[in-house]
């Protein structure tokens, strides 16, 4: 009779190839989201560089016009208030330069945090393998 009860319980499956096709299961995540932190990366990258070249000339041609403006604004009232015209000059030129910073400080702020789609695709993913995952059994 034990031999019949041992008959009719089913026969597992071997374990070598469920290990084998887990790993390949994990190995095949890990690639895709690697790719996609790779990917996001290089436009990450990109968008700085675009950025950093634009902002670098633009500035270059805001203080070449900034400084011209000064220039024809001190020579204009060089007999007249010659400190005047220099002190309202440089407080103009603060006043943009904090402005600017103001600026670029809040379009940092709302720009995307670089790879957010790669944390929230591996958010997924650790949220899917834990509900895939029993809790442990307690002990006794």
């Keep these: 009779m034990i031999d019949d009860a041992q008959d009719a319980t089913p026969s597992r499956p071997p374990l070598r190839p469920a290990l084998a096709r887990l790993a390949d ?38 203080a070449f016009a900034l400084g011209g403006m000064g220039m024809w604004i001190v020579v204009y009232f060089w007999d007249t208030g010659r400190l005047t015209a220099i002190a309202v000059v440089t407080l103009v030129y603060a006043l943009v330069a904090i402005v600017l910073w103001r600026v670029d400080a809040a379009r940092g702020e709302a720009d995307p945090a670089p790879f957010a789609s790669t944390m929230a695709e591996l958010e997924k993913d650790r949220q899917w393998l834990a509900r895939q995952t029993p809790p442990p059994a307690e002990p006794r």
């Design 25 to 62: 299961a994990g190995l095949a995540l890990l690639r895709t989201r690697g790719e996609l932190a790779a990917v996001e990366f290089a436009e990450e990258r990109e968008r700085l560089k675009r950025s950093a070249i634009t902002l670098a000339i633009a500035l270059l041609m805001f």
